[in-house]
């Protein structure tokens, strides 16, 4: 039989059994309802569907529906639902409808069980509510409530024992709207225009009818105790005699309910849909199927027919999944576990809600495992795994676990009952609701929701309290008990506040806000507020710390941040410190801090004696400091661009590189890659519409100690210290001058470290700093490692650049930099090469008798690219050169320690200049060892090779070796004697080219 046959057939079929059921009734043909009355579009197959669908439905009262026939297989969204019919829908109004040639209005005629409409469904033929004002609302009310239709409001005001009349909204939005019912204790009559009005084209008043008729559906005004808008079930059905796919269906369970299966599902956070088999045989025996994919998105190649079956949407509902209210934790990861190294805490739980308790009971607990059936049948008793990290932490530490059997959830704070609502000084007793004023006895200011326990506590009268997120006047105090609070008349409705009980018998310990933390402490810090922490979005460093002074010297040892927040009494291995780059003043609560009674929020102040104050002696800061937040350098500014772990790794690059002034960094969470961009500015030159990039994950940093002028000392390596095996002694010092001054006073003390906390401070060494290897360093972001500069000593390295020239110092170059972002023009130089680096140009200019200055490029695209110029210019002037801020322009210096065109250099035809004869490399790996024709032929492999910049030659045996030192780096322990081989260095430009030619 033809597909559209069976379908037509089928649908005749619906049809026929729909008329004899009678729940609806067709009130208007070839009308289509407006999409503004249109509460849910549903995909369905006859007209029984999308009765059963209108019948079966508990977010909203469904009181009629449009449905369209299906005129191909892949027709879709053919049924709308709505909460209205004809007794409020005009339809001869293109308002209300409009003209559809195959849609059809259908309205409810009956109600009974089949059904499911009677008397207490607040649907009847005399209202209880009638018009009084259009397009106006209450300006003041007692309470609010969401609901889905007038009479569903009317209800609402009905139940409570005070409520004269209504405001009501039809349209509703969940996401920015408080409720569209609005319940007051005023009589209409009594309305006062404008001052108990407000105009609003979306809002209509109505007045409530109290006759006996209109009473309260179970005859009391008892308030209902479940959420109106929140369905009673798990699932909704949306289609029958189908099932899902075999290519949809992600899971499939044996379960002996509906019910069990939609728990099934609700437990998953990837399931959205479920199909259930209610009687008849499965091959397999399973009759619950899982899929990941929403109904609404479903197709025909998703569903197979089957009688026994029936597919079903997944809903929120208060099972301990996420979406319940008053949920303190949030699914963050599916098929994800915890790792045994962050493990915390083992339990054995029977859902998900009891894992998140046992979370919220321990106070280190940031997030957890659960685990709720094991794929493999097993039934070990650690199916709830708790741990110390946030969830951020374990994803940048790699301590995830892959298992289809577990899911990853974050604790929250916010949800009702969780840890931040309740402490040994108050509960909470109703969340969004604040204290009538009749029943205040004292009004007043409070920092936090501690202080406001505290302020209670205090007050013989005040057993109970309301505490509201407003700028003053947050704390009202009552002498009600929380057990004889009635909610209709004692509390109002208000999104802001929560309301709180004392608990009995802590009242010692409870009239301070915070027993263990000084609300002022020292010149370093200040307390803020208590029962806050920041959010992981706006903390910069987490860090353990013993007490909030410790906390306060990591915060001024960072240099951006300017608050922090502290829990006292920490737990062990828990990062209890959390640095942020925000100003106390420029925080917004409801979006930088989670409520949490265990932490305190403090400003960083800048004392006399604090750790890292500008008080202190400049040589104690770090070098670098922020000056652009939010931004980031434009590409045509910026040298160099690396990948750096941390802020301070970055401002060490840039302190190695002779162009850098400052940079930008990009901190973040995770192993990122080209975070740190070098440029030759300075901050104060900056032209922001031109050199700057608006993007919130970045700042710009200057750095500070290029020009650092010191006749003792220069800094060698930063956030380093020694190791042991490089120590000779090791000392308490005040400051680093104190260091620089005990380094001196030993004898044969070349390098020192000097660290900023801690008592034993100083490290002494006899080595030189190109003296140490890379196992005699070791990173610490808490030391720097200096060197004496030099006073003729003669414990250098070996230089051998010429024969007769002697090694600059350490501050002496034999170039300047002329101009910065400059080049020679076409005409203006005589040879142009291709070098590694400013040092090597520089080396061929003083090669070169006619060389006076050079143009020197950081940025090349390829080795073959050339990027030194050499001219015959003095310092050359304006139209001698030409603006490129890739290029920088160099003087080169003559003179007894820079070797020139009458320097006695050792020169060869083979492009090649020796640097130790006699002598070879000691340590070369087997990949360098080469052989070679000639000097030449050595010299070309070298010069191939990026990373070399020095080879031994020997001519017997044609043996080449290469070696990534320069010449003037080479130390007594890279060299060995052999009067058979000689070192060289590579030369380049002219004919020394890089390829084999010569």
Known sequence: MPPMVLLVLLSWVAQAQAQSRGCYTQALTSRKLSNRFIKISKTTYNLADCEDLCTRETRFKCLGFSYRQPQSAGEVLNCDLTDQDTTTLDEYSSYDFYQSSNTDFYERSKSGANCRSDSTSGYSGSKCYESFKESYKHYTYRDYKTSSSVAGCADECKRTSWCNSISYRYSYNSATDIGNCLLSDTRVE?????????????????????????SGSSGTNIPPTTNPGRPSECYRRDRTSYRLADLVTADRRTTNSLESCS??????????????????????????????????????????????????????????????????????????????????????????????????????????????????????????????????????????????????????????????????????????????????????????LADCSAKCHQKAFCNTFSYGDTSTRNCLLSALSGRDIVVNEDLVSDQYWSVYSNIEGKFGKCEVASPTSPTSNSDCYKQDRAGYKYYNSVVREAVGARDVAKCSESCHQASYCRSFTFKPEPYLSTKNCYLSELSVANVKQNLDLLQDSDWILYESLDGRDCVGSNTIDPSDNRCYSKERPGYKYYSTVVR????????????????????????SYRFSQYNDQDNCLLSILNTDKILAQSDLVADQDWDIWQYKCKDQANDDWIVRESASKLAGSAVDTTSAVSSLKACSRRCEDTRQCKTFAFSGQGYTNCQISRLSFSNLGRYDLVKDAKWDVYELKDRGNTDSPIYFPTTTTPRPSIGEKCYTRARTGFRHYSGSYREHINVRDVLECSNECGRKGFCNTFSYRYFVSDSNTDNCLLSDLP??????ILTDSNWDVYTQL???????????????????????????????????????????DCGSKCRRETYCNSFSFRQYGRDCYLSNLRVDELQTRDITYDRDWDIFRPLFGGSCSSGTGG
Do not use: M
């Open 190 to 214: 009594d309305l006062r225009d404008p001052e108990d009005l407000v105009k609003d084209s979306s809002w209509d008043i109505f007045r409530i009818n109290l006759g006996t008729s209109c």
């Open 263 to 448: 728990s099934l599902c609700s437990d998953r956070a990837s399931c959205n849909s479920l199909s259930y088999r209610r009687s008849g045989f499965d091959p397999d025996g399973h009759n619950c199927y899982l899929s990941a994919v929403e109904v609404n998105t479903l197709t025909n190649q998703d569903l197979v027919y089957d009688d026994d079956w029936s597919v079903y949407e997944n809903l929120p509902c208060e099972n301990g999944s996420p979406s319940a209210d008053g949920s303190c934790h949030t699914r963050e990861r599916v098929s994800y576990k915890i790792s045994s190294y962050a493990n915390s805490g083992r339990r054995f739980v029977a859902t998900v809600t009891d894992c998140s308790e046992e979370c919220q009971k321990a106070s280190s607990c940031n997030s957890f495992s659960f685990r709720y059936f094991s794929s493999g049948g097993s039934s070990s008793n650690d199916n709830c795994l708790l741990s110390d990290r946030d969830v951020s932490r374990l994803v940048s530490e790699d301590n995830l676990v892959a298992d289809p059997d577990w899911d990853l959830y974050a604790r929250l704070e916010s949800g009702y009952n969780c840890r931040s609502t309740q402490n040994d000084c108050y509960q909470l007793e109703h969340s969004l609701y604040k204290h009538y004023t009749t029943v205040v006895r004292e009004k007043t200011d409070s920092s936090s």
């Open 640 to 663: 160099d661009v690396v990948s750096t772990d941390t802020l301070a790794l970055c401002a060490e690059k840039c302190g190695r590189e002779d162009f850098c002034n400052s940079f």
């Open 875 to 880: 310092t050359p002037v304006a139209n001698e």
């Open 894 to 936: 003559r003179n007894s320690r820079c070797a020139s065109s009458t320097s006695p250099v050792i020169l060869t035809d083979d492009c090649a200049e020796s640097a130790r004869a006699g002598y070879r490399h000691f340590s070369t790996p087997p990949k360098d060892k080469l052989k070679a024709s000639s000097l030449y």
